[in-house]
C-alpha cells in the first residue's frame, strides 16, 4: 500500500506545476590560474618580444590623426613593462607576505618577429637556476597606444590607452607552462563628473602619465588571475505544490537550513516516486548552503539514480549541470584549503 499511496502522490503532484526558483549566492573562489602555496621565490620578467607591425609606441592619435610623439623617454617600453610588472608584484605580495617577488626587464634583448616563438625550455631552466626561483611569470610582450578625441572648445579632450599584453607562467617542478593568457585592456578619461555633468576644471592625464596609469592596471588585472575572490552566482530548487516544499521555500528565504532539509528528507526515499528527485535536488542545494560539499554531491548523485531510473531527460539535464558544479566547487574549495 505504501508504495501505491507514494506512486499516486507522485502523480499527483507532476500532474500540478511544480514552480523553479532561483536563489542568488556569493561564492569565494581561487584565481582562474595556480600559484603553488609553496612558491616563495617568484621572478617576474619582461620578454622584450614585439610583433614585426607592433611599430607605434611613439605615436599617437589626436582627433583621428597619426602623430609621433616628442621627447619620449628612450626605454619608454621597458619603462612601462616594469610598472606593470611591479604592479602585479604588488598584488602578489599583498596577498602573501612571505613571497620574494624580483623583477626584471633587461634578462632579454629585444626582439622581433611575425610570430611570438616559443621558448626553448633549455632557456626558461637557466632563467630559473639564474634568478634562482621557484616560480616564473613572464611578460611575453606588452603593447599600448594612446587616443585623444575631438572635444568641446574650453573642455578636455576625452582620451583613452589601449593595453595589449601575453602572460605566461612556468612551473619549474612541473618543467612545464601552467598558464598562458592574452589581455586586452582599455582605459578611458573624460571630463564629467560622477553625476555626468562636465567639469570644465577637470584634470585628465596626458599622455605618459595616462600610458603608466594604464600599465598599473594591466600589472593589476593579471594579478586578479591568482587571488581569491568572491563571485555572485545563482543556484536553483523546485517547490512541488506539497505543503512541506512550500513551508521548506520559507526556510529558505530565513536561512533556516537545518529545518529544510528536514522536510525535503521526508520525500528523499524511492517510495515517493518521481517527487524523489524534487528532494534529492533540493537536498544538494541545502547541503552546499551548509558548506557540506561532500554531502550535497552525494545527495545530486542519489537524484540522478531516480531521475535515470524515470528516464526524466528535462530533470536529468538540469542534475547533470549542478553535478558537474558540485565537482568544481569541490576542486576550488580544495585550493583554497592549500593556501
Excluded at 569565494?28 to 617568484?42: F, R, T, V
Excluded at 625550455?121 to 597606444?145: G, P, Q, R
Aim: aromatic share 12%.
Amino acid at each position: 500500500m505504501r508504495k501505491i499511496a507514494g506512486f499516486l502522490l507522485s502523480v499527483l503532484v507532476l500532474s500540478s506545476c511544480t514552480v523553479y526558483k532561483e536563489y542568488p549566492i556569493d561564492i569565494y573562489k581561487p584565481g582562474e590560474a595556480y600559484l603553488p602555496p609553496d612558491a616563495k621565490n617568484i621572478a617576474l620578467v619582461y620578454r622584450n618580444f614585439k610583433y614585426e607591425n607592433d611599430t607605434l609606441q611613439h605615436y599617437f592619435k589626436d582627433n583621428r590623426m597619426l602623430q609621433k610623439a616628442k621627447n619620449d623617454p628612450v626605454k619608454l617600453d621597458s619603462t612601462l613593462a616594469a610598472i606593470c610588472l611591479n604592479e602585479l608584484a604588488l598584488n602578489l605580495k599583498n596577498e602573501n607576505k612571505e613571497r620574494k617577488i624580483s623583477i626584471y626587464t633587461d634578462f632579454f634583448k629585444p626582439h622581433k618577429a611575425a610570430k611570438m616563438p616559443v621558448l626553448n625550455t633549455s632557456v626558461v631552466n637557466n632563467l630559473v637556476e639564474t634568478m634562482d626561483a621557484d616560480f616564473v611569470i613572464m611578460l611575453e610582450t606588452y603593447s599600448y597606444f594612446y587616443t585623444e578625441y575631438e572635444g568641446e572648445q574650453g573642455i578636455p579632450k576625452p582620451r583613452e590607452v589601449i593595453t595589449a599584453n601575453v602572460w605566461s607562467a612556468y612551473n619549474p617542478v612541473l618543467q612545464k607552462i601552467t598558464d598562458r593568457k592574452t589581455l586586452i585592456d582599455t582605459v578611458f578619461w573624460n571630463a564629467l563628473d560622477e553625476a555626468g555633468n562636465i567639469d570644465k576644471k577637470s584634470k585628465l592625464p596626458p599622455r605618459l602619465s595616462a600610458l603608466k596609469i594604464a600599465s598599473q592596471l594591466a600589472g593589476e588585472n593579471y594579478a586578479k588571475r591568482y587571488l581569491a575572490a568572491w563571485v555572485n552566482t545563482k543556484r536553483s530548487y523546485s517547490i512541488p505544490p506539497l505543503p512541506d516544499f512550500e513551508m521548506a521555500e520559507k526556510y529558505i528565504q530565513k536561512g533556516d537550513w537545518d529545518n529544510a532539509i528536514l522536510l525535503w528528507k521526508r520525500y528523499a526515499d524511492d517510495k515517493n516516486g518521481k517527487l524523489s528527485i524534487n528532494a534529492r535536488y533540493n537536498l544538494a542545494f541545502g547541503y552546499e548552503m551548509k558548506d557540506d560539499i561532500d554531502s550535497a554531491i552525494q545527495w545530486i548523485t542519489a537524484a540522478k539514480q531516480s531521475a535515470e531510473s524515470y528516464k526524466n531527460r528535462s530533470d536529468l539535464k538540469l542534475i547533470e549541470q549542478y553535478n558537474k558544479v558540485l565537482i568544481q566547487r569541490k576542486k576550488e574549495v580544495e585550493r583554497l584549503n592549500q593556501m
